[in-house]
């Protein structure tokens, strides 16, 4: 397989040559100028074009069977699954999570508990996230799921992540891929992902009991010799490679040019237009520059699966997505305001906990719960005022005589 490389663009090589020669033999402020020169140029040219904005289908395909992965994989209680897909559009100020780093609060508790609640308090046009999308959960190791998201020239990553359930702490996802290469969309792309330990628990099975890692540990790949343990439910330790456990599959759907027209009582005729007021907004489909990937991403596998000039598949709910497009562009405007309104609201405040209740059954298991209290309310949502655990009765309670106890 060969590697992708990136090369600069001539103009770009041929500018940051002259300003080596200008330095050279010329005055500082010749070199300066030179080199503003160079840095533009090699913006301009390492980006897509402007005013584009690209919709783009991703496929999470599973293959966790039992076949592939014998080692003590989960049939019952629960049986081998995978969560919801929760995914962000962003540039390269926003990280969701990263190989080598620690995991963050809200990346933590949706890897261990599966809830992203706070995750979703970051919202679109907030600190550099363009847009926010998850697929269905997955309900066996083997299956697909799907969802849809924008890109622009200035938010042209994608980062996203599904738990695999049940585990520890393991994932499988893609950090800050880019879809843009050489300032041209990527077509259709198919990345091959392992297992990941977000390194927020000590587990080594897919069932073992929660021992939160203190502090964590940062996020890394799980091979079929690391963790080098016997009970490590991905140990193969005869393999060289662990088999294929997911694939991420990336389709360039549509790409439209974004066209904002002032006028009064003129109406225009093109598609997929939605006018009120005074301001028409339309999206013009448009047919930009496309190129395939081949080569690694972080270590990960990529294989071409579609030509430049493939047709793009027809899509069924076209107008449906179109409105809800013109509908984020439209509120990108007001997302600055949002996001300043929402950093000046105050948080809720709440009292400590209380002590646990008593258990809710004298004898055998039971719940015990503790609440709290809120004291002042913000514009912030408050956070939870009541938890419950197991617990077991101080009685023995009167058993019917029988042949089997559990």
């Known amino acids: 397989m060969r590697t992708f490389k990136l090369t600069r663009a001539p103009q770009v090589s ?26 533009v140029l090699a913006k301009a040219f390492g980006s897509c074009p402007r005013n584009t904005l690209s919709v783009y289908k991703v496929s999470l395909v599973t293959e966790w069977s039992e076949e592939n992965f014998p080692n003590q994989y989960p049939q019952w209680r ?30 933590k508790t949706f890897i261990d508990d599966g809830r992203s609640d706070i995750l979703d308090r970051s919202f679109q046009g907030v600190g550099g996230i363009y847009d926010v999308f998850s697929a269905p959960p997955i309900d066996g190791g083997v299956g697909r799921t799907q969802a849809e998201f924008f890109v622009d020239s200035n938010h042209s990553k994608v980062s996203l992540a599904s738990r695999i359930i049940p585990s520890p702490d393991w994932f499988v996802g893609v950090s800050s891929f880019d879809t843009c290469v050489n300032g041209k969309w990527l077509d259709r792309i198919k990345l091959d992902v392992g297992p990941l330990d ?31 343990h016997p009970a490590s439910s991905f140990y193969y330790p005869l393999l060289e490679k662990l088999p294929r456990i997911a694939v991420f599959e990336f389709t360039k759907t549509k790409t439209y040019e974004l066209n904002e027209i002032f006028s009064r009582g003129k109406k225009h005729a093109v598609d997929d237009k939605e006018s009120k007021g005074e301001n028409t907004v339309f999206l013009k489909q448009v047919d930009t520059n496309t190129v395939n990937y081949e080569g690694t991403f972080e270590g990960l596998r990529i294989k071409i699966i579609g030509g430049d000039k493939q047709k793009e598949e027809v899509e069924k709910s076209r107008r449906l997505r179109t409105r809800k497009l013109i509908k984020v562009l439209k509120d990108k405007r007001g997302l600055e305001t949002r996001s300043r ?19 809710s059954n004298g004898c055998g298991f039971g719940r015990t719960i503790r609440t709290r209290k809120e004291v002042s309310r913000g514009g912030l949502p408050c956070p939870r005022l009541e938890e419950s655990r197991w617990c077991h009765g101080r009685r023995r309670c009167q058993q019917k005589k029988r042949y089997f106890f559990w």
Not at 19 to 24: A, E, L
Not at 78 to 107: C, I, M, T
Request: proline share 6%; hydrophobic share 35%; net charge positive.
């Open 14 to 39: 041929s500018a940051l040559s002259q300003g080596k020669r200008i330095f050279m033999n010329s005055d500082p402020r010749s070199v300066w100028w030179t080199l503003l020169v160079a840095s």
């Open 341 to 359: 309104f929402r950093s000046q609201l105050r948080p809720c405040r709440v009292s400590n906990w209380s002590d646990w209740s008593s258990c």
């Open 78 to 107: 629960p049986h081998a699954q995978w969560s919801k897909v929760v995914g962000r559009s962003h540039n390269s100020s926003y990280s969701f999570w990263r190989l080598g780093d620690v995991a963050s609060e809200g990346f």
């Open 198 to 228: 977000a390194g927020t628990d000590n587990g080594f099975t897919f069932t073992a009991p929660r021992w939160e890692t203190e502090p964590r540990i940062k996020i890394s790949r799980i091979t079929s010799r690391h963790p080098s």
